[in-house]
């Protein structure tokens, strides 16, 4: 069974800056399968979406409206993946919540209704963090 141990979040000001960590304890980049990590995140009456996911060869994806603004990447030793936030917005304030699939498995698909932790799929999932921005 994956398990997934999220970090960081918090509040902030608008313009600021947080780091969100998310570490494996078992999906690591010698598992069989190809597999990506990454972050959904979803704030009241907002759907759930896809901000951020980094596959196991490298490749990245952003959501629109984070592009230039947030940065993940990986450290394999610790099996651990990083969102570097700058220059946040009210927007962002969510809760962010890491998970972990198969290579393919974290789309940005959207289902209305659904949470996160309710979306269709193998997804292995953190427990959340939220974070906070205030203008």
């Known amino acids: 069974e994956v398990q997934l141990v999220e970090s960081g979040g918090g509040s902030v000001q608008a313009g600021g800056s947080l780091r969100l960590s998310c570490t494996s304890s078992?999906?690591?980049?010698?598992?069989?399968?190809?597999?990506?990590m990454g972050w959904y995140r979803q704030a009241p009456g907002n759907e759930c979406e896809l901000v951020s996911r980094?596959?196991?060869?490298?490749?990245?994806y952003y959501l629109d409206s984070v592009k230039g603004r947030f940065t993940i990447s990986q450290d394999d030793a610790k099996n651990t993946v990083y969102i570097e936030m700058n220059n946040l917005k009210p927007e962002d304030t969510a809760v962010y919540y890491c998970?972990?699939?198969?290579?393919?498995?974290?789309?940005?698909?959207?289902?209305?209704?659904?949470?996160?932790?309710?979306?269709?799929?193998?997804?292995?999932w953190g427990q959340g963090t939220q974070v906070t921005v205030s203008s």
């Open positions: 998970a972990a699939g198969g290579m393919g498995g974290l789309t940005a698909d959207q289902f209305p209704g659904v949470t996160c932790l309710a979306r269709p799929g193998r997804y292995y």
């Open positions: 078992t999906f690591t980049s010698d598992d069989p399968a190809d597999f990506e």
């Open positions: 980094i596959s196991s060869d490298g490749r990245t």
